[in-house]
């Protein structure tokens, strides 16, 4: 994994490559519009699916990347479907927080129906505690994170309560242009009269910012509170 040439603001920490589309995809755009500096980096590469190959999927997160506009991305290598929380991989995901040094992580929700989901939440929270440690042969120096929040992953078939709801109504279009650089992905066998996948995600979507009076939405948890400026920011 070749580092981010400066620090980040925002790092989205994902299992495979299509999940930060996904889930966070219109957090991502507003961020980079804004003028955060964001980056993505997948843990796996996805593969094997049913309609992808390595090389298909790595053309997709190209051209998702530049649909999103992010400055940076960067894959871990772990093994998809195999992802734990052991000593190596964590080891891997710590030394790799410590070179980006990001204010914000952004993890996958720590409940969720895919065993590689629930290992890359837990290991992110693990990895961000080692960041921050001294005398150890770690790449770079002791660094934690501010902030570790987690967003819903798009296999989770309930609803937990989100602690704060991101409104994306103005980045719906580009996180739906990106998830659909996802051709192997997106290919799902449903029947022409049942809602497709890019329905699912803007339904969803649509859920998140009916409940902030909104367009568009993405939901966040946190374990640690969320501090604000004052009542102004909630407005
Ligand atoms: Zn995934």
Known sequence: MTPPDQSLDLLVIATHPDDAELSVGGTIVKSVREGLKVGVLDLTDGEPTPHGSPEIRARETAAATAALGIGWRGNLGLPNRRVIDDLEARRSL????????????????????????????????????????????????????????????????????????????????????????????????????????????????????????????????????VGVESVRSIL
């Open 94 to 225: 710590a030394g790799a927080i410590r070179l980006i040094r990001p204010q914000i992580i952004l993890a996958p929700y720590w409940d969720d129906a895919h065993p590689d989901h629930v290992a890359a939440s837990r290991l992110a929270d693990a990895a961000r505690f080692w960041a921050k440690l001294s005398r150890t042969d770690l790449p770079g120096e002791p660094f934690h994170p501010p902030r570790i929040d987690y967003y819903w992953s798009i296999h989770l078939r309930i609803h937990p309560k989100p602690s704060y709801v991101v409104d994306i109504s103005d980045a719906i279009e580009q996180k739906l242009d990106a998830v659909r650089c996802y051709e192997s992905q997106v290919v799902t066998g449903r029947s022409q009269d049942f809602p497709t996948l890019i329905d699912d995600v803007r339904d969803r979507a649509r859920y998140w910012g009916w409940t902030i009076h909104r367009a568009y939405g993405e939901p966040f948890a946190c374990r640690e509170e």
